[in-house]
């Protein structure tokens, strides 16, 4: 190897060692956040909880008892019963249980289609950012066109003449949002391959293919972390609002949309069917928007943003 090969590996090595540490320091910043904190361990609680208790209760969520129905929840004082602690619906279904489960299909249709929207998009941007010239121009013309098509739109036409299942709602979603991480998988992937470590790499004799996804891959997952954990609560509001207009899971599945939709017919006389899974969703999407923000403003602060 040539001197100027050697010192350029050695400045490699020493910038492969910085970039790497990147994703460390991003994660220490937000820990170090009181808001990261409540956000995870709302977020923990809440996702225990729905883990935990459909398993270990006696009661069926789609079990439905008339001589139960419409209780109110226990915090009302007035005809409540320790069993049903948060009120039944007009079925006499256990509002408790049916709220955990339905917060248990959204999480993984939430989790689910961000997993298969960065899939996508980061494939797209890495390839893009990576190779530049026609591959970025054609890879980012689709892109384009693809974000031009509002989500909830697509969604919608698709899933009206489609039978929506748990895996057609998360296709349908996954497809509609990638390009965002598209767009900002090939941003950083067109600063990170300027670096001295890449160029290093490829003076070493590293494959593109062992770059872009040995090297490159990993480093720019972390910009984007931030990003995917607000996705995971639009999503959730997503699959929220085509179960509320019948485009969702079909019941007799709980999930906060169709529990929605059918607890608005009774807003008046037993607001809580309507009202318990929202509460629920709201923990749920004000904890991951807590995480969400404190990750984005600890990536600014390690990148000499604004923090």
């Not at 980061?122 to 054609?138: C, E, P, Q």
């Not at 910009?223 to 699959?239: K, T």
Request: charged content about 15%; some cysteine; overall charge positive.
């Amino acid at each position: 190897m040539t001197a100027e090969g050697m010192t350029t590996a050695a400045g490699a090595a020493a910038d492969d060692d910085r970039t790497r540490s990147i994703s460390r320091r991003i994660a220490a910043g937000a820990w170090a956040s009181v808001e990261f904190k409540i956000g995870f361990f709302g977020f923990l609680g809440i996702l225990l909880m729905a883990l935990v208790w459909p398993e270990i209760s006696a009661l069926d969520p789609t079990a439905m008892n008339v001589r139960a129905r419409q209780l109110p929840p226990l915090f009302l004082g007035e005809g409540w019963t320790w069993a049903h602690p948060l009120g039944t619906d007009q079925l006499g279904r256990d509002m408790l249980l049916r709220s955990l489960v339905g917060l248990r299909y959204s999480l993984l249709i939430g989790i689910s289609t961000v997993l298969l929207m960065l899939a996508i998009g980061g494939l797209v941007g890495l390839f893009a950012g990576y190779r530049g010239g026609l591959t970025d121009t054609v890879l980012m013309r689709i892109t384009d066109a693809q974000l031009s098509i509002p989500m909830i739109i697509l969604a919608i036409a698709i899933l009206g003449v489609a039978r929506p299942t748990i895996p057609a709602i998360i296709l349908v979603l996954g497809l509609s949002g990638w390009p965002v991480y598209a767009r900002v998988m090939r941003s950083v992937v067109m600063a990170e391959r300027k670096k001295e470590y890449v160029r290093g790499a490829k003076v070493l004799g590293a494959s593109d293919t062992r770059i872009m996804f040995r090297m490159l891959l990993p480093l720019c997952l972390t910009p984007i972390a931030f990003v995917a954990v607000l996705d995971v609560a639009r999503m959730m509001i997503f699959e929220a609002v085509l179960g509320f207009l019948g485009l969702g899971v079909q019941p007799p599945t709980p999930t906060f949309g169709n529990i929605i939709a059918d607890g608005r017919k009774y807003l008046v006389n037993a607001w809580w069917i309507a009202t318990m899974p929202g509460v629920f969703l709201f923990i749920t999407l004000a904890s991951l928007n807590l995480m969400g923000a404190a990750l984005e403003r600890s990536r600014n602060r390690v990148f000499g943003g604004v923090g």
